[in-house]
């Protein structure tokens, strides 16, 4: 699915552009749908002033955007039984359907990256809802996945846990509460971003459904065993 992100968009809004194609599609329970349909829905839902700035966000058409989505068929819409098309129909814009694939079932999996420098931080994740979550090993910390895809660099991904455990020091300050391994938590957060030492960032995919890309030689990936896996899922 990474496929559909290009360089140039909004990881978090091409994520909540995909969630919502989803939603729409599954809430409706047809075969098929309109792509210019819902393409002008979403970019009055979403708040597009126009179809060219929802496409800027997409880094392409709508159309070109769902075909990437591995879990998304797109095909043209045949003309009316009975009819011919004619110069005039040729000439204007083809008019297209599309239907969306529950999610397949994969293997449970994890992925270890040894981070060394900070180019390693720029690898895009794409987490899963939980019970997907990533950790760092060496810190004892782990961050579950949210009830949505998130898809981000680790970077990010790293710099939102360190500023929810930021808000929840403060707010257990405020109430009175030791905040010292909060506090300490953080501070090692924080000299993970700024790669301090090196050390692993490890994703736990029981659903096998995230993704990391680039996958080269630096990203170690494991498929579960069923044991495993369900060691990972009480954990």
Known sequence: MLAAFSADASHQE???IISEIEQIFFASQ???LPVESIEFYLLNDLGYGDVEEFRDALGCSFVDFLRKLPHVRVWEKPAPEGETATSEDQAAEKKY?????????RSA????IKVETSEDLFRTLLLSPFPAKWGIPE???ESQGSEKVVVD????HLARAVTNLEQHAAMSKNAGQDTTALVAAV????????????????IIDPDGQCEISPLDEGVERKELSEEEKLAALSS
Do not use: C, H, M
């Not at 359907?97 to 079932?105: G, K």
């Open 139 to 141: 810190l004892e910390f």
């Open 153 to 156: 660099s680790l970077y990010n």
């Open 30 to 32: 047809a075969e098929q």
């Open 97 to 105: 359907l599309f239907s969306v694939s529950p999610p397949e079932s």
């Open 109 to 112: 999996q994890t992925f270890k």
């Open 14 to 16: 091409v994520a909540r």
């Open 187 to 202: 501070a090692e957060l924080k000299g993970a971003l700024d790669v301090d030492t090196a050390f692993t960032f490890e």
